[in-house]
């Protein structure tokens, strides 16, 4: 498919564009509307972003990889990024990151081979007091105490055991790791 | 010692749900907004400086000074809100955001108010996806009550706010980088002057505030109780109350408001509980997060005030207040190593001495943690880091260079250890791509 | 920048300088300070990012109330910024202080240095650019001498990644100084080159379809501060040092910008003397410091193989070569024979002084029958109305106005359309009149733009006038009733040019359009003086030329119509050029072409003599702004040939008997002794060069390419007629355009096309567009064709077969066929054709 034309996008890219007198502005949410159809920032994904907003996709290939959270290659359908930043890290957040990695057979930045996961490590995702913690396709995946093996295995099940969309499943799993979230505060 | 006066977590204080737009009405909301709607701009500014409030983004610059260099007659000025919060060890503008994002908008409101801005635009990190929603849901609920959009309370004042997602970029933090991201460029800083404040400087050009989320967020409140009701509030250079975010090896780790006036030992030992551990005493401390100067975390740092003009007597900065924990089994090179790898990652690679220094120091560090080092090593990398420092395009070149300079300055032993020829035990991981 | 002169103290001296001038610039021009810098080019704006310039800085304190300087221990007080600045970011101000040798300022420079060569492969042995590298340079002169950086420790990135077809770019070299990037988006306004990713990571792309694909991408490999990028044509070609730089002129158009051949003793070339590469020659009336691709790409035909190498007899049918001794003798009594039946033709290539010795030898013989062979008239009037004296199109901006009518300017003068969309950017309002779209229309069209590397908004104003196929004349004489606003606006512009193209006109129809530009010009009071008056976009390097050695289109449509019994076609190819040559040169008894190549019209020759390029020999040529300059021998001559000035001059020495002039400095000796226009300009005088603002060539450290220095001189302008006196408006003669039967067909022009000369050059070879006619949708409905249909577009004298491009671009009514795009020639001025599907398929050339 495509984002053009694509009636499942054409409020969001409207809205985006109403935002900023210069259309060029639009570009980072655009790559995000791009990365969701397909994925990735591929070439297509590039294009049709130039197209829209009027400038070369050389511009645009130049923003996507500037910016860590465009993909420029393909990604597992759940894109699990640990956070191993200072703060993190000294509450653990290396080993977890490790043994996540482990647990799901992949190197640093690998995908699995049911191209269900992929992970790897980023810097600091602003949840510090929650380590070890991770995002999952930008979604916040964390409790107070921080993530336990525990909670990834629950949370590598649930994801494996049926197409639930990612919201859903965050929801569902937040509410099984998480009684005591409640209280939290 | 408890949290007391608190202005930016009230809810906290009412047990509230202040993410309610009527239950935030319910506790004062809107109070600060309809008493700047019925002064003059130059009254609202006048206000604001009158309370000593200063910015919460690391600088501390004074904010009513700020908005008063807006140039009155330019017929465009923006106002942008800084949500960047990419720093490691800080969290707390999220949580202003998550839970008490009214009181944020209301801040935004009369701060575009004050400059005359007609669009404010907040610039939240990417992660902050979820925050970016709910953000975006409040300002649809303000326009169905007539606080967004044309002529908001009937003042004949018209302003819009939209969210604006950033994509993974430390340096979209630093102001000037955070305007080319928003025009849809590369998020590399800018040259100086223009300063974002005058004509051709800030967004698309025009004559621009930019502010922290959590700076704005005390807005209301000031409005509502007066410049000098805040200013009475912590110490003579650092009105009013911060939020302290705390994380590495304490038992409670969080965000906390308190006055400038409490101590580090008021917020470490009494409020977060101490050590993690108790057989592990704490070592050192991040007083600002990995770009604030390192210290020993000894009696008198406990004993001193959280304040800008009290830390910098320890020779560090209190920045935006990240405070990171550090206890005994702490290896303080290994810290260095983190931190480098960190601005090595987020260095935007604009000017040469921060684009190959960080490389450069990461390439070094990575050899002393692998007990491959030499004591040349260290000299090698101090010396690399004060050529950095003070010649960079933008404060990041600083920022990378303090960690070493700091580092090697205050725990010497912890390097020696490393390149004595003993071999390393940890090790940071490469980032992947690296 | 004002004309305020501001005191400055550098380096402990006083200074008055132009107050907001970029420091480094000032400090070098009044100051004779070098302050080194990579990222900082005089041609763009500053950003910042190297930090080599960096300079300690200061300003003299004044107390806020009195304004009065304060003093301190008897000497002014300074206050000094706690770091050092970057002085490529300063603007000179008055009570300025700048340090730029302090212990403090060398070490951050020396840092510098440092912190770039650690990621730098230092392969200066086999760099293209090592022997004139500021990188290589400045190290020498601030480095440290040894790096502390590992060499294991250092970054291994490709070195040969191809950016487009011309320029490879070595990821390991560069050093993200970014200036190419803010060239292409700054000065060519096509920002098809971009960073990608961040920090050390941080590398040049393009995703631009085709590739890094515009007419000026080899000047980024002259402003590349290291060798990261390099031409394919010259990439490991030789070391700078072995090269020795020979300044010339473009010879492909009426810019005539400023060359300078790099030029070896090569093997390759039977040991003589020849062009490596092609630099700009800073001239800044003329290019600046910028030349095209063309200029730059294709000075290979000077070396091809299918030159003509010998002179050549028919005999028994057939095309013999022979030598010169035997040719001169034969060809002088054909021309004898003709008893003054005789005449010239001659193309925009010739020199001054080929077109002076030609002249002299028809005089000889008893001919005044010299035509120019080129597809526009208004030589005559540019002469009478053209720029005035002393113009600069780098002057214009604010309150001025250009208007380009009748004409593509980046596929016809690229030079010119560089420097009027910069003059846009400065602020001048911008009107681009013609029947179809074309790449300075479209800047025209946008209202506001921005470049982007630059913070400033740039508001653009223009206008994109559309008028029917071939109706300039039509719009121009009458612009008061098409466009008010428009015309109104230009009239009430300070400065006023109007560049004419003859793009769609007949010669007829261009001598008009001039005309009626003339008659604006000369009634809005825009003539003589600087930056005023009009811009013939004339074919060629020497139109003007023709018309100052009295070469004509009125004598060319009496030989067309009337051919002489004897024939001299003098650099130009007819048979290449027009279609129905073939008919009218029948008629022609005998002969004689004059060309570099053996052409289509050597089949109609009886005698073909080789001539030199301007690579071989010495010469003029007079510019459309009536620039006259010079250029000198670079490379070694092919085979036999003679410079044509020469070969005519031996001609008329067989004749008469007269001495030939044993050098070009000699004629156009003559030349200045008996053409007015030319009063006083002699080799010594066209060779004189000043000092010109920015300081780039020379003994720079920094700027880049030693051979921007300009040693062949800037060259003298002839004043125009309006320069000196006054001039009035002529009649227009508005000789209706009949299209005959068919449909109008109006030949374009494409910078890269299939003619001889281009043909020669493999890089730019393969990026010639496939042939097509352009053709509105309504038209070609009407005509029953669709957009990639093969056509056969038929016309007097020929067929070609092509591919159908259906656009709005396009006016309708008119099919659009591009020159020199196809094997078979096509017409090089309007005409009617018709136009069929065809059933073959287009073949491939
Ligand atoms: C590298 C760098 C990163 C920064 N990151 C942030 C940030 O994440 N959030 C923020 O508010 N300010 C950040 N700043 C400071 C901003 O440049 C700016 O000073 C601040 O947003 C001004 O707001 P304030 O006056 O309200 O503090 C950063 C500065 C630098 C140099
Ligand atoms: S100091 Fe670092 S982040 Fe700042 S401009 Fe220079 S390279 Fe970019
Ligand atoms: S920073 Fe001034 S020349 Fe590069």
Known sequence: ?185 | MTETKRILLRYRDVNADFTDIEEYGAHDGWVGLKKALSMTPAQVIDEVKASGLRGRGGAGFPTGVKWSFIPVNEPVKYLVLNADESETGTFKDRLIMEKNPYQFLEGCLIAAYAIGAKTAYIYLRGEYLEVANLLDACIEEMRKRNLVGKDILGSGYDIEIYTHLGAGAYICGEETALLNSLEGKLGQPRVRPPFPANKGGGLYSEPTVVNNVETIANVPWILQHGGAAYKAIGTEQSAGTKLYCVSGHVKRPGVYELPFSATFGDLLNEICGGPLDEAHPFKALLPSGGSGPIVHLNDEVMNTPMSYEHTAKLGTIIGSASLIVMDDRTDITWVASKVTKFFKHESCGKCTPCREGTYWLDKVLDRIMAGEGTEKDVVLIENVAKNMAGITLCALGEFAANPIIHTIKHFPEDFKKHVSGKKAVSKPLPMAGD | MSDKLVKVIIDDKEYMLPQGANLVDAAKWSADTDIPVFCYHPKMAPVGMCRMCVVEQGMIEKDRATGEVVMENGQPKIRWMPKLQTACTQLVSDGMVVRTNTPKVLAGRESVIEFLLTSHPLDCPICDKGGECPLQNLTMAHGKGVSRMDFSDKMHLDKHVPLGDLIYLDEERCIQCARCIRFQDEVVGDDVLAFHERGRRLQIITKSDPGFDTYFSGNTTDICPVGALTTADFRFGARPWELTEVPSIDPHDAAGSNISLSTRLDRDFGGRAMIKRVMPRQNEFVNEIWISDKARFVHHFTRSDERLQSPQIRRGGAMRPTVWNEALPDVANALKAAEGDVAVLAGPGASNEDLWELKQLAKALGSERLGAWTTHAGAALAAQVGVGKGTNLGKLGKGDAVLVIASDLEEEVPMWFLRIKQAQDRGAYLVVANHRETRLAELARETERKVSTQTERKAIRGADVRYAAGGAVEWMRHIDAHAPEIAQKLREAANLVIVVGSEGLTLEGSAALTQAAANFLIESGHVGKPQNGLLPVLPGANGMGLHYMGYTVENTLSIVQNPPKVLIVAQCEPLNDDPTAAEWLSKVETLITMNLFPDRTIEHAAYALPIQSFAERDGTFTNGERRVQRFYTAQGPMGDSLALWDAAARLRERITGTRAKLSAAAVMLEISNNVPAFDGMRYKELAKVERQFPDVGGTDQYYGGTAYQNKGGLGLQIPSEADQGTVAVGAVNEAALSAGDGLLLIPTTRLYDRSTIVRQSAVIASRVAAPFVGLNPATAEKLNVADGDAVTVSFAGGHVTVTAHVSDAYAPDAAFLPRYLTAEPTPMLPTSAQIERATSVVAAL
């Open chain 1, 1 to 185: 498919m495509a984002i053009i034309g694509n009636p499942k996008y054409a409020d969001r890219i409207a809205l985006h564009l109403s935002k900023y007198p210069d259309k060029r502005s639009a570009v980072m949410p655009l790559l995000y509307i791009a990365q969701e159809e397909y994925g990735w920032v591929n070439d297509d994904a590039v294009n049709e972003v130039a197209q829209i907003i009027e400038i070369d996709p050389t511009q645009v290939r130049s923003i996507a990889g500037f910016y860590t959270m465009y993909s420029e290659k393909p990604k597992g359908k759940y894109w699990l990024q640990v956070c191993t930043d200072l703060a993190c890290a000294l509450r653990g957040a290396d080993e977890f990151h490790h043994e996540l990695l482990h647990e799901l057979h992949i190197e640093e930045g690998g995908t699995t081979e049911d191209g269900m996961f992929t992970a790897e490590h980023v810097m600091c995702l602003g949840a510090c007091d929650r380590a070890p913690m991770l995002q999952c396709n930008f979604h916040m995946v964390e409790k107070p105490g921080g993530l336990t093996m525990d909670d990834m295995r629950l949370f590598i099940e649930k994801a494996r055991s049926g197409d639930a969309d990612l919201q859903a499943l965050i929801a569902e799993w937040r509410n099984l790791v998480n009684e005591h979230l409640k209280t939290f505060e």
